[in-house]
């Protein structure tokens, strides 16, 4: 490392090491990471979950969260070491001179205040500018990050504005003080792809206008790659490797990084073509509903044969589990109906059969809500084993654990175990499997990877993929990550609305000429080209 | 003022405010309709109750010496004698007016006798109020902004030993040290008409400070607990990364958010200011309704008893109902609709 280098940077860690508290011991969750970063520059930290992207980047503020603490190494930001700070020396550069965007801008919003006014709060309390000219800013901030009526939106409460909104209202608050530095802690997971764009090229004008210096946190490779100047992998708290952005991108030297860039690339093979006069496992036909009065679902019709799985995507609000929910008879259709087999199915579960319930299965998005804690692997597994087949003690048991080597989940290991002690894609094995002891016909899965990191979405959807093909499965896939429906689907129902705007093959879906709004959900997926954003905005610039 | 004259008021001034806050004002229309069915009910059960008491007044009043016929007479006189379906929507009906008839020991009316000792109870409990509820809600914020330091535990340790102690041993140590002993305050909180605000206030004091004591654990408690149980949000998160103190993120940031719960658990007790006061009143022979609603059940004066009563229902059912509609003014996904 040389000693010029470090003098130009604003931004200087060494071996920066931290702990976490676990019961009563400190276990080191960051092992010596090293950081550079100069004025102006954008640095993307990717990772998993669990790989320390967030915890670096509150270290780079002076600060730990709860539970954490820093154990060794050193922080240096401008000739200011941040570890030997005191407590108010720090306070008086956060919100001043580095500044956070947070990854869900609708929870880190406080919902009793304005957003002009939690704006205005860093400049005034650190005595940088006055209420009068940090509203104009404000203004003038939310104009350049394209919001609709700037003078007007700030002073709505963050319940009145949508989350792509609220998003880009956080980094205008996270420049109110024009810092030096902003931490963004992916700020656009948490939004639809077509929002997301706005976020994107919103974000990077505004710290390319400013010269602001950024760390860039994020798992999604396609969007550090049209934010970064440089990128930094890291593995379990350690740094795996460093480069340029594009150099990143054509040639990764390590393992890790390589396995990353080829997550994108499974595909479950082509099926043979399905005759259309079969009996559709499940058929949606015209199918509209309502919460209480207002209607969210108009005219939905399609249908799941057997071991074939249809994609169902589109924006949040979009109605996608809404569907689902009729399908299951959770929510009464108000027009329409569901069959089975060919045989209409009562509008809501309570009249359905047991042998009507036990046809359709769901698995959910959040396994660490849908598994029940205080439940061991065995018990909810073996629930719907015996409510559904009636198996008890011993039969029971032998099915639980045919079922865990069906999820390539050691029986002896895991039946006895509860829900915590199992990692995120374990959890989701398991729903998995608990979706399959009823032996249905018909699995529907809600954005089963969305909370997943990469690697372990793809460890997922082979697994669902070898299900599908043992036990003939038919699955309506939920999800707004077209990646997965590419690597997935065997058809595909784009939703807007509530309503479908074009179904069909995947291969038809995915070649041009598409519906309008196909397109634009399509072409908004972020591509691994550093200059992918710049072309696409180029492009609806023009059209 | 009755109960359904102050409903209405309330009622007007939300009509007024209507235009503007039409969401807020439905509401405390329709909470208001359900108060007065929840009062109705009470009013039935406050009826019955009282009629299936022991013992009889005329008796009571007459003496073991009576003859049946001059006891008959005498029922007949003050209206026992009719079914009682009939005296209650006579009863209903007055009470609507603010008219709850005459006591039957003493054949005052009753609206006059309440109405000093209402207005002496209320006084007791507003006094107590403005000591107990700033000083709980700040002892709370600074319980939560020095959370499991040694100040967090003292308050915790002192606030819930005062509300471990019955009330009335709690009046008499505050006797023992402040009147007999120090002799700083009177022992004996009677009041007159004639009495200056602060005369009343100083001989009100022993009083309002044994129910402050009463009632400041419950509603300092909470208050530290919504404060904490915020804490952990990421906008809370959001404001330390600000750069913003310690104070002014459990001031500005986490109670705004942390008031519903906070006004619910003070409306509660101040319910139980109003309603509850009744020991004290009677250790400190303060002039209360409290005291005379006792008074009222030893003479088996039934009318005085039901008119006691309905006031205090409909107290809880006020306070409850503000309650309701603060919490919903302090939300602003409420009073701000998308």
């Known amino acids: 490392m040389s000693h010029s280098k470090e003098k130009d940077n604003l931004l200087t860690i060494r071996g920066l090491r931290i702990e976490g508290k676990s019961g009563d011991h400190w276990n080191e969750i960051v092992h010596g990471v090293d950081l550079d970063l100069k004025r102006g520059e954008v640095l993307g930290l990717i990772g998993e979950s669990g790989a320390g992207k967030s915890t670096i980047g509150l270290a780079a503020m002076g600060f730990t969260r709860d539970g954490c603490r820093i154990s060794g190494g050193a922080i240096d930001f401008d000739g200011i070491d941040l570890v030997h700070a005191t407590q108010k020396v720090r306070r008086g550069l956060r919100g001043h001179r580095i500044a956070y965007v947070a990854q869900s801008a609708a929870a880190s919003f406080n919902p009793a205040h304005r957003l002009i006014d939690q704006y205005c709060e860093s400049p005034i309390v650190h005595g940088v500018m006055s209420r009068e000219q940090a509203e104009t800013d404000a203004i003038d901030l939310y104009r350049r990050l394209h919001l609709p009526n700037p003078e007007e939106i700030g002073f709505r409460y963050p319940h009145q504005v949508s989350g792509g909104q609220l998003q880009r209202a956080m980094t205008a608050m996270a420049m109110a003080s024009k810092p030096d530095l902003i931490i963004f802690d992916e700020p656009t997971t948490a939004l639809d792809v077509t929002t997301q764009i706005e976020v994107l090229s919103a974000i990077r004008d505004v710290v390319r206008d400013f010269h602001t210096a950024a760390i860039y946190i994020t798992h999604d490779l396609a969007v550090v790659a049209q934010m970064a100047d440089r990128v930094k992998v890291l593995l379990k708290g350690e740094e795996v490797e460093e480069a340029d952005t594009r150099s990143m991108l054509d040639d990764p030297k390590e393992d890790y990084t390589k396995s990353l860039w080829a997550v994108r690339s499974f595909h479950a093979e082509a099926k043979a073509d399905i005759s259309t006069q079969s009996t559709p496992v499940v058929s949606v036909s015209h199918v509209s509903a309502a919460y209480g009065k207002v209607p969210v679902l108009h005219d939905v019709s399609f249908d799941i044969h057997k071991g074939r799985t249809v994609a169902v995507v589109g924006e949040s609000g979009s109605g996608k589990s809404t569907t689902a929910r009729v399908i299951t008879g959770l929510l009464a259709a108000s027009d329409g109906e569901v069959r089975f087999n060919g045989h209409v199915m009562p509008t809501s579960y309570k009249q359905r059969s047991k042998d009507q319930l036990r046809q359709a299965q769901m698995i959910y998005q959040m396994a660490d809500t849908a598994l029940n804690p205080k439940q061991t692997i065995g018990e909810i597994i073996g629930r719907p084993v015996q409510f559904y087949l009636g198996l008890r003690g011993k039969a029971r048991l032998e099915r639980v654990r045919a079922l865990l080597d069906e999820i390539e989940l050691e029986p002896d290991l895991y039946i006895n175990r509860l829900p915590s002690e199992l990692s995120g894609g374990q959890k989701q094995r398991i729903g998995i499997a608990r979706a399959l002891a009823a032996e249905p016909e018909f699995i529907i899965c809600d954005e089963v990877t969305s909370a997943l990191d990469q690697l372990v979405a793809e460890g997922i959807l082979k697994l669902l993929n070898k299900v599908q093909k043992d036990f003939g499965l038919a699955y309506m896939f939920i999800t707004h990550d077209l990646a997965t429906v590419r690597a997935i689907a065997d058809e595909v129902v784009v939703m807007q609305h509530g309503k479908v705007v074009e179904a069909g093959p995947k291969d038809a879906m995915f070649t041009p000429p598409h519906h309008a709004y196909t397109d634009l959900l399509l072409s908004s997926i972020p591509e691994m080209d550093p200059d992918w954003l710049d072309k696409l905005l180029k492009q609806r610039g023009e059209a | ?338």
């Open chain 2, 1 to 338: 003022m009755s109960q359904f004259a102050r409903a209405e008021k309330a009622e007007a001034s939300v009509r007024k405010g209507g235009r503007d806050m039409h969401p807020l004002a439905k509401m405390v229309l329709q909470r208001l309709g359900l108060g007065l069915v929840t009062l109705f009910v009470v009013s039935i059960i406050i009826f019955s109750a009282v009629e299936l008491l022991p013992g009889d007044i005329a008796q009571q009043i007459l003496g073991q010496a009576a003859t049946p016929e001059t006891v008959a007479a005498f029922r007949a006189e003050l209206g026992l004698d009719r079914p009682p379906v009939e005296r209650y929507f006579d009863w209903l009906a007055g009470a609507m007016i603010g008219d709850f008839g005459q006591s039957l020991a003493n054949q005052r009316e009753i609206s006059s006798l309440i109405g000093g000792r209402f207005a002496n109870t209320l006084f007791l409990a507003g006094y107590a109020a403005m000591i107990a509820i700033p000083l709980s809600v700040i002892l709370g914020l600074l319980a939560a902004l020095y959370r499991n330091s040694f100040f967090d535990r003292f308050i915790n340790m002192v606030t819930l030993s005062s509300i471990s102690f019955p009330e009335f041993f709690v009046a008499y140590i505050l006797i023992v040290f402040l009147a007999v002993r120090g002799q700083v305050f009177p022992a004996i909180s009677s009041l007159n008409e004639d009495m200056s605000l602060l005369d009343m206030l100083y001989r009100a004091f022993l009083p309002a400070l044994t129910l402050t004591l009463v009632v400041t654990a419950h509603m300092m408690r909470m208050t530290r607990a919504a404060i904490i149980n915020l804490l952990a949000s990421p906008y809370i998160e959001m404001a330390r990364l600000k750069g913003m103190s310690q104070a002014r993120v459990i001031v500005k940031h986490a109670l705004p958010n942390a008031l519903a719960p906070i006004i619910n658990v003070i409306a509660l007790n101040l319910a139980y200011l109003v309603t509850g006061v009744v020991l004290v009143e009677v250790v400190f022979v303060y002039p209360g309704l409290g005291q005379l609603l006792v008074d009222s059940v030893a003479n088996r004066d039934i009318t005085v008893v039901q008119a006691s009563c309905l006031i205090f229902a409909g107290v809880y059912i006020l306070l409850n109902l503000l309650a309701d509609i603060l919490s919903i003014a302090t939300n602003p996904r409420l009073m701000h609709r998308k």
